[in-house]
């Protein structure tokens, strides 16, 4: 366990749904990332989060909707994505925006009907 | 941002040395090499990072050349369990340094 959990796991969504993923992280970091997997590419950064405050985003399209409430906390809302969003999402967190050691959590696999 | 070069896929025995390369020779004098493992579908797992002297830990050796132009990462007795695809990344300084580009990795294969 890496401190990190994610949920859900697993999601299929249709394309007009509307969905969120969780990120979770217990080790007291500040700042927290988002990242897609797509099969047989490299991962992705997609935002970055340092003391709840945006300070990357990827030139990621807008039906992607990062929240993040608070230190631990970071949300992904999903609305009218496309099958090629399919993809492993994983969040991350580290101390500070410094780059210093990330600790991902487990992903959740979402697939995009 | 400087790149790396690893080879696309290794195979090492249980119990032997798996010793994985990396090329980064546009490194600038400022940055860290950072090496991270990622178990099939599991998120990656951070191993070791180091600027210009060898680094040790619990999970493996870092070995920088001294001109830092390439790296070693060494897993000094593979087991079935280190199979994985393992990413050397090097980390760019400035205001956007928390930035870890992952490439593609080598996927180490430990075979019994």
């Known amino acids: 366990e890496t401190g990190v959990t994610q949920t859900p796991r697993h999601l299929v969504m249709g394309m007009t749904n509307k969905k969120s993923l969780k990120c979770e992280q217990h080790l007291g970091h500040n700042a927290m990332y988002w990242y897609k997997q797509s099969a047989k590419k490299p991962l992705e950064l997609m935002f970055v989060?340092?003391?709840?405050?945006?300070?990357e985003n990827n030139s990621v399209p807008s039906r992607f909707s990062p929240e993040c409430p608070n230190s631990s906390h970071l949300f992904l809302h999903l609305h009218t994505l496309q099958p090629e969003d399919s993809a492993l999402y994983l969040c991350?967190?580290?101390?500070?925006?410094?780059?210093?050691?990330?600790?991902f959590g487990p992903g959740t696999r979402l697939t995009v009907l | 941002d400087a790149k790396t070069t690893q080879p696309t896929s290794m195979d090492c025995a249980e119990g032997r040395a798996a010793n994985l390369p990396c090329n980064h020779s546009?490194?600038?004098?400022?940055?860290?090499v950072y090496w991270y493992r990622q178990i099939h579908s599991q998120g990656p797992q951070y191993i070791i990072h180091g600027l210009k002297n060898n680094e040790t830990n619990e999970m493996a050796s870092l070995i920088i050349t001294e001109d830092r132009k390439s790296s070693t990462l060494i897993l000094p007795h593979a087991t079935l369990r280190d199979t994985a695809v393992y990413y050397c990344i090097v980390r760019p300084s400035g205001g956007s340094n928390y930035k870890l580009t992952f490439g593609k990795g080598t996927l180490l294969t430990v075979n019994p």
């Open positions: 989060y340092n003391f709840k405050e945006q300070t």
């Open positions: 991350a967190s580290s101390q500070g925006g410094s780059g210093n050691e990330q600790f």
């Open positions: 546009t490194i600038s004098g400022n940055e860290y």
